[in-house]
């Protein structure tokens, strides 16, 4: 059964591209001399000259750099388009960093931009040398953040499931395919015991670096439960909440999906804490879905949810996913969409729960191609 994958492939592809430098100006013989002075580095250039165009362009594709102008609108010299600019790159979760250029430098306007993420300021004219000085020392401390991330990126993945234990009535597979190294969507099969197997699957708000630190402190949560205390979902899930909410920031939280099967009964019982619905296609053709049962987790200390059961017979299918599979190209003129999702389930139903799991990673992944703005996970129980 296929667990959790890293496409070899793209880590290579990955280390062997050139150092990608995003530049945003107004002006096109700034963008050219810029475009034409990076190219003699062996850096690649990418220009854009709008602050909508730059947004557009880090949503769709990935850079080590971003080179912006504070200022767009002739005569003007606040800078104000540019520090919006900063601010809308941190609510996108834009992780590459950000140097700034204007015409109009001041002290106070670099420290500003300073503080609001940028990694160095540049006053034009600029100087060559003094220009790639500055980038030469991004690209070195981006190829060092690289370095840590692949490291994370390989103990994450090692926090996923590596063994499964065999059911007699249940087939049973997940994978996580993160939109960046590391990600905050999390997937697990926990071995509790007395003919039973916990299903969890979960999404961290937020990106990145943050989102997998809560990703881990989840898992942790969950792992740490005491011998037993699992079998009674809706007591254990208010036991994570409780210390999910203790050790996180107010504005963190997750919505998680947690089913506890049992090999006898074939019964799952399950709490869905704000989650998407997870789908379940009967043998039968007719199509049910797991609404949520309680509030998100981590977002209040004192927090109640209610169970529910549903039996899962010989070849139903039941698939457990995150929003990061049917907004997928949400950042394009189309999503992948439910429906979507529905008819990769349909026309893989009798497949094992691994192929399954593959084929519809795949159906999102040929959909959205590089375009990649969150986690994709994908758990499917298949009655047996």
């Known amino acids: 059964m296929l667990m959790s ?18 530049i945003s100006d107004d002006q096109a013989d700034v ?29 769709t594709e990935v850079f080590d750099l971003i080179l912006v102008d504070l200022n767009y609108t002739r005569d003007t ?27 109009w430098s001041s002290f106070d306007l670099a420290v500003e931009a300073m503080r609001r993420g940028a990694c160095d300021f540049i006053q034009k004219p600029w100087d060559n040398e003094r220009l ?43 994978q996580c395919v993160a939109a960046r190294e590391v990600g905050g969507d999390y997937y697990d099969f926990l071995d509790t015991g007395h003919h039973t197997l916990g299903f969890v699957l979960a999404d961290v708000s937020g990106k990145g ?8 402190n989840l898992q942790a949560c969950f792992r740490s439960q005491p011998p037993g205390a699992l079998l009674r979902p809706a007591e254990a899930l208010k036991t994570v909440n409780r210390h999910f909410f203790d050790s996180s920031a107010a504005e963190r939280f997750a919505t998680l999906f947690f089913g506890l ?7 799952l ?54 929003d990061g599979v049917t907004e997928a190209g949400i950042d394009r003129t189309e999503e992948f969409g439910e429906d979507r999702l529905i008819r990769a389930v349909c026309d893989h139903q009798r497949q094992p729960a691994d192929v399954l799991v593959q084929k519809i990673v795949d159906a999102v992944s040929d959909f959205s191609g590089t375009s990649r703005s969150d986690d994709v996970t994908v758990v499917a129980l298949r009655g047996i």
């Open 5 to 22: 994958a890293m496409d070899t492939s793209d880590v290579a592809a990955e280390q062997a591209r050139p150092f990608r430098v995003l």
């Open 31 to 59: 963008l050219e001399a810029l475009r034409l002075l990076l190219k003699g580095q062996g850096w690649k250039a990418i220009a854009v000259d709008s602050p909508e165009a730059l947004l557009h362009a880090v949503r």
């Open 77 to 103: 010299t606040s800078g104000k388009e540019g520090m919006d600019l900063l601010a809308s790159l941190e609510a996108e979760g834009n992780t590459a960093p950000v140097m700034v250029m204007t015409a």
């Open 132 to 174: 790639l000085a500055a980038i030469r020392k991004q690209a070195e401390s981006e190829r060092r953040r690289k370095s840590e991330l692949e490291i994370a990126a390989n103990v994450q993945q090692k926090l996923f499931p590596r063994e499964l234990r065999l059911l007699k009535t249940l087939d049973y597979a997940g």
């Open 209 to 216: 670096v943050p989102a997998a630190l809560l990703m881990a």
């Open 261 to 267: 099967y049992d090999d006898r009964t074939r019964k």
């Open 269 to 322: 019982r399950y709490v869905n804490c704000g989650h998407v619905a997870p789908l379940l296609l009967r043998d039968s053709g007719r199509l049910e879905q797991l609404p949520p049962t309680a509030t998100m987790l981590g977002a209040f200390r004192e927090w109640n949810c209610a169970e529910a059961v549903v039996e899962l017979r010989p070849r139903d299918v039941l698939v457990l996913y995150s």
